[in-house]
């Protein structure tokens, strides 16, 4: 029988990555303006900024990410919910009918949740 084994290595190193990919986010934010400015000189200065927008709404969605992940983590903790792997298991065990309903009902609250998120944008 083969068991899958997980060192403290293992552990250690999946929490740094989160951190490793905020950082590399951080240090590309200055380089990615000299980069365009350097690959066009003739561009306004508004142009390269759009790209820095679209790196700044990366970072804030890891942290609202990363911030959501927590949150659940420690409700879930709070409340004595059972494991994942058994709500899996019970979800299994829906008729059909049930299992197709459940995925109709997240497909459209994260429908609402992406219209919510355009909305605010615009």
Do not use: H
Not at 49 to 67: D, H, K, M
Request: some cysteine.
């Amino acid at each position: 029988m083969n068991i899958l084994k997980i060192t403290k290595d293992d552990v250690s190193r999946r929490n740094y990555m989160p951190y490793l990919l905020f950082g590399l986010c951080l240090l590309l934010w200055p380089l990615l303006q000299r980069v365009i400015m350097n690959w066009d000189p003739m561009m306004g200065v508004i142009d390269p900024n759009i790209w820095l927008l679209i790196l700044i709404s990366l970072i804030c969605f890891l942290i609202v990410t990363g911030l959501c992940w927590w949150l659940l983590q420690s409700f879930w903790m709070a409340l004595g919910l059972p494991l994942l792997t058994e709500m899996v298991l019970s979800f299994k065990k829906l008729a059909l009918w049930q299992q197709l309903g459940f995925y109709w009902a997240s497909f459209a609250l994260l429908l609402l949740a992406a219209v919510g998120v355009l909305t605010a944008i615009v």
